[in-house]
């Protein structure tokens, strides 16, 4: 098996806020991410597809096609967004980065046709990241 990796970077904002607590409860919890206007983040997202290269090509999948993957599922979906109110598939969940690998492993496993996702990593920032990794069933 092999690994191939592409990265992107994208900008969002998000706000940390559980409706299940009080005002004070989510600024004890949260604490500046509880911010009423939001905060914002460069995100970068490391997509690892593993598989076997094919015996006519040499790669695992075509790059051209997970980079055209990656634009439309996660660029024009969270570039520039607020995941709160304008990411469907974060409706109700609290945009952790997390929650956000999550959804993002969701959107993108069953796109990838050569190979098989295999690990999704979401820097929030440069010291702090998500990580989601294919366990033995077959999903995240």
């Known amino acids: 098996m092999v690994t191939i990796t592409r990265k992107i970077e994208f900008s969002a904002s998000h706000r940390y806020d559980n409706p299940a607590f009080s005002p004070e409860e989510n600024r004890r919890v949260f604490g500046k991410c ?24 040499g790669m695992v999948l075509d790059l051209k096609e997970l980079k055209e993957l990656l634009e439309r599922e996660v660029m024009r979906r969270m570039d520039h967004r607020h995941l709160n109110f304008e990411v469907p598939e974060l409706a109700g969940k609290i945009p952790t980065c997390e929650n956000i690998a999550r959804v993002l492993w969701e959107l993108l496993e069953p796109k990838i046709t050569q190979g098989r996702l295999h690990k999704i990593r979401l820097y929030e920032s440069p010291d702090l990241y998500a990580e989601c990794r294919r366990n033995g069933t077959g999903g995240a």
């Open 34 to 57: 509880n911010n009423p206007h939001g905060h914002g983040h460069n995100y970068t997202l490391e997509v690892t597809v593993a598989g076997e290269p094919d015996p006519a090509t």
